[in-house]
């Protein structure tokens, strides 16, 4: 059956004229990065729900991270978060993850979880405190460089919670003081991603509340430094797509924390929610790898794809590898839009037909062209049945509870 | 100058038709109850702060909540969570609360911290955790009978966070057993107060998300279930006094969980982000309370007022008397509101003399008017001075860091 | 290509143990009823674009419906607005409607276009006004008895823009009242579907405004009085398919207007914003219909799928093609769900396995299937093209511009 | 008693080391610009009500406008709609305005009510359209310099209904040639005044959605090109003070259009909804004109206030009487913040001091205080008061109905 539907398939998208051998080439050049700590306990402020088999430090966490890879082809580099995957010696974790075949990704600095910083990290008040967090900003770029990590993924939870508790506009200074040091102290190929999010754990103001103020940020700062998108990030009814084509089309877009949300920040799977705004946010990055401006092109080329979820109910390696296939999933309907069509009916002020020629690609069941790409690259055609029926869910049962959390 | 205040004020209202002495009755008769775990550490997801003097225990929780009904003659009842508060012997647990002057409150269920009812308490697929869950209420029912409560706070955290995980409508009526169960436990003199709340943690569906899902229950129950609105608990732009408003109407309103939010259930200081709110709440209370339906007039004498809320890096007590002190203004504000004037503006269809009728209410300083009923009941002018330069807040410390969560 | 197409997929749902017979009678017993307003112009606040052919009476609106059901075999009904589409005499618009292969739907009141309803019609503070709005719901329903419509359709504009502008509890009351009095005039094969609102045009309160009011209504009407869901009218976050649910368990659901919206009621294609939100909706009514209660399941069998939107900058036509293409398309995919499969991953709190027992079906391409029925039911393959290349848009010209507002 | 009263304002407020005769004059310095449009009739998409006695004509808004100017001594300048307030006479129509003591302010231009613009203007596809809508910008800068006006209001209906509709990225670049070109036309006393909406009328992408987009166009078209924030426009839970805060310290804040909403754009009353946030806002405001650096302080100078409003179903006079006294009051408010006793409470971190020193000036009755100036100022007391009963709203009613719309 998947032979002849994969032929069938072939004939359809010939048929419309979409080049199937280039799909197949971008399909096979998709990266996902996925994050250690999506392999941990994490939860909601309500309770962190343990599970028996989780990663109980950095190395594990690879482990985990590495059936992920070896069953998708997609994730080859997972990022850390500092200090969770704080370890003694990073060339002996670097040979761990060379090992598996993995490389070490992003760093995270993490500005959240001491005492210190309940007011703010590098904008608290305190001089001493934001002192404090601009080093931990520098040891991160330290790290990075043992790591041999490109990109450094910056979140600040920094914020108030109530009118007048802060100075908005010293803050904001403060914060572009404390970017600025960091910045400085990167090397000439290493990336500065900033990420905004509009509330939570502040809950009246955030220093870095919108892609705006991200974007303003890595402007002044220089070309190294990009904006971070978190699907998750927005207010409700933010038009995401649009924020990423118009951050690609300034040559700013560093990359993504995919996940998904109904409400909130959720931290769900991504594309279980709405798995159409997923597909309408690779249908703008691929109509951006088209344009005739090469610095354009070179934004959608060093897009950092990466998992940033927090399976609170979840097996942890089920939900990366369902998270990543829904990623691959959506990314191959969009390659099958057939651009030309779309741009003749926008250029004809032909509404409906514009509207069909994006969706039609979304309707289309990709299944025999995944399943084709998996065949050649050696791949177990359905990577969650592979993974179930494994010996790995039983083997890390071992580990017991009281893994590591997040 | 506060009496020549006091003095201008009661000229002011008096011209405007307002009955002061009745004014001051109500604001007498106003009791808010707090609830025992804002005393303890609470946080976010990210992080919970620990403070230096947090009570211990379900016993000094009970004394830093009669600091706040010393200093300000509002609380004289506190809500209690089980089993946070568990405690061998309820009867010592109650002597201790009246040596204080207060009396235990609410008695508050608590189905979402045990490794069971991850997917569910009384919604779970699982019939033994249901049964377990169901226990816990009729645990609580027993407790409220030691404790003397009146009300049985309901709050379930139950839903699901992705679609087709759960069976929306046997879960629907698994809450309805559990419900019915308990409801058939208590005593006539008792009340349930049934919660809802849109969404966190549950990130796809809540199994009660809004005040119809309570209200239907309460209905299908009996008369002794009654709809808690806690004023966090809603969808961005819902008009929550609307639903004060209809559920007195249906004689169906409980009570409240005061807090404050701007994006989500933030569980901010009640009356912090948008006073006028929480005053358009009142005005709907005090409008019921003219109703000519004496069951109307029933309900809105029957409200509880609770606090609900998390202080995640506020100092608890100070944060305590401020909410109490911010819901005692906006009803003393509300009670100024000249109820003739506003209806025969609506009754004239103008629009702008009903509209200035109300928010000309809210526009009064009524500083004058609350120094006034503290100086008559002997209570400090001003409860958040005298709290900080009184001896307690140096007193805790002693109680060192790592009191209860919660 | 289509043969072959067809034959693979039915290879691949009979091998999940779908019994694809009874997907296609399902299928080709789907109905949804258009509105006639949804081929006149529309627009916003801010412009109503006028397109040159569009209907310029009730008349011409059905002779375009009827294009639609001639070219798709789902629409064989037409909703009407009162008074857009008075006529002198109904028994000749009805036998129009006949010999176009068409029926008279749903038959809508509307109370928010003359002047005298700007501060409400059935709940205006003034007697006279209220009288007026409710002569004219009885009116509508000797206007069913004469076009032989079973249902009647509410939407309220009613509501205020400032607090204390109106009486929110009185005005609640003259709702019920006018109501109730309508309730009494209907025959007994008739229906009142009651919609909710949460805002538009009423900008601080709606009185209607959510399901729970709807809902609470129709419970103290009676058996004949249900709720009509439509799909763009609730507050961000929403989660629409869990009122569907709740509403079908409750053996009230009358029906829906279907529509798409990103922001707020904005009236786009149904399935164009997040198809798979309506996909959702189908997976619950289709549950349902499973149900062991026969109530629960005449429920289904009753449910009034309608079509309520405006299309502003679409041509009106093919705009509504592609709705009722969209719905078929979802609903076709929600056939496809292995309920037997879900219900299992449910019982074993498997929650990825039942979120993917879900989503999968979303995700087959249903062409195959669609093609299949039209065929068998001699419909053009592709309705949206046969459309085009008729003669009838060119035909429709001659009308020019100015044609039927709404 | 106001004697009396503002003595006792007086002594309170300078125990709290307030500067009141600073107060006053800044309150003297207050302008608030209204829209000729405000006094024209207005609605929403169901219906615009008709109302006796609103203008015919250009002249006659002025007429209104000056009335309310002559009451509260705060509305000298008046803004235009083009081509709504066309004329053949710009000197004559200066003249007119200057006579009534008023002078133009702001030129809008109107790009959303001609056919050609339904699928854009500035960035239609269509480059014809593209030309004539930059044509009318021109046109627009022209007037201005008849009318003597410093500002252009740019507002852009642009946008799309549907994913696919249009390139997101091309109309982006389309928006910034036709800013250019008008930029360049400008004179160099004349400003740029950039607004950005989140959706409405376009449901899907805006192409100018938000701050971020408004802001980086001002950067790239230069000093003369600022953001004007219209409050209404923002998603749910937005954080506007913070943004106000954010664009005076990059210089980029030009002004705002003030009005109020509970849901989405619904254009009410300002200060109607939540009375709180428009006194944050001027918190923000007057922080910034206390900042060490003088470009800051500058732009808090030259912020434009401005009021746009939809007075659907308010008398339009007494609406826009309303509208200048709230933000009258809530600049008054705020001018009472002590920001020596924030700003210590700020460097301590400490949340509830900082938090009570902004709201307590909230609290203020400043009706004492706006007597005393108004008293000073030769204005009546009570402006709404006054004109209600003046001969004037009799005196209009001889224009009938059928006034200017918008």
Same mark, same amino acid.
């Given at each position: 059956m998947t032979d002849r539907a994969y032929q069938l398939f072939e004939e359809q998208q010939q048929a419309r004229g979409i080049n199937l051998e280039q799909v197949k080439k971008s399909l096979k050049a998709l990266k996902i990065e996925t994050p250690s700590w999506g392999y941990g306990d994490s939860g909601t402020r309500f309770k962190v729900f343990q599970k028996v088999g989780?990663?109980?430090?950095p190395f594990e966490k690879f482990e985990d991270a590495a059936q992920v890879h070896a069953l998708t082809? #997609?994730?080859?580099s997972v990022a850390i978060h500092i200090p969770w995957d704080k370890v003694e010696d990073y060339s002996k974790f670097r040979s761990h993850a060379e090992s598996l075949g993995l490389s070490i990704g992003a760093v995270n600095p993490n $500005?959240? +979880?001491?005492?210190?910083?309940? #007011?703010? =990290?590098?904008?608290? &008040?305190?001089p001493a405190i934001r002192r404090k967090a601009t080093d931990h900003l520098l040891e991160c770029v330290d790290i990075a460089k043992e790591t041999g990590s490109r990109d450094l993924s910056l979140w600040f939870a920094d914020?108030?919670?109530?009118?007048? +508790?802060?100075?908005i506009r010293k803050r904001k200074a403060w914060m572009h003081e404390a970017l600025a040091e960091m910045y400085k102290a990167m090397t000439p190929h290493m990336r500065m991603l900033i990420e905004y999010k509009c509330f939570e754990p502040a809950f009246?103001?955030?220093? $870095? &509340?919108d892609w705006g103020m991200a974007y303003n940020q890595a402007l002044k700062l220089g070309p190294q430094a990009e904006v971070l998108v978190?699907?998750?990030?927005? $207010? +409700?009814?933010?038009?995401i797509e649009h924020i990423v084509a118009y951050l690609i089309d300034e040559k700013r877009l560093g990359g993504f924390h995919f996940n998904s949300r109904k409400? &909130?920040?959720?931290? $769900? /799977?991504?594309? =279980?929610?709405?798995?159409y705004e997923l597909f309408l946010i690779f249908y703008q990055i691929l109509s951006a790898g088209q344009d005739a401006d090469p610095a354009v092109r070179e934004n959608v080329d060093n897009i950092a794809y990466m998992i940033d979820q =927090?399976?609170? /109910?979840? +097996?942890k390696i089920p939900a990366m590898l369902r998270s990543v296939l829904n990623v691959q999933t959506q990314y191959a309907k969009a390659l099958l839009i057939n651009h030309a069509e779309v741009e003749e009916a926008q250029r004809n002020n032909d509404v409906l037909a514009a509207e069909d020629a994006v969706r039609r690609a979304f309707e289309f069941d990709v299944t025999p062209l995944l399943h084709a790409i998996r065949e050649e690259q050696g791949l177990p055609l359905d990577p969650m049945k592979a993974y179930l029926s494994s010996g790995y869910p039983k083997e890390i049962l071992a580990r017991g509870k009281g893994g590591a959390s997040w």
């Open positions: 989780v990663p109980r430090n082809g #997609l994730c080859p $500005l959240f +979880q001491e005492e210190d910083y309940m #007011l703010g =990290s590098v904008t608290n &008040a305190d914020g108030t919670n109530y009118p007048g +508790q802060g100075d009246y103001h955030t220093d $870095l &509340a978190d699907t998750g990030h927005h $207010l +409700q009814g933010a038009n409400y &909130a920040d959720d931290d $769900l /799977i991504v594309g =279980s929610t709405n798995p =927090s399976h609170n /109910i979840e +097996q």
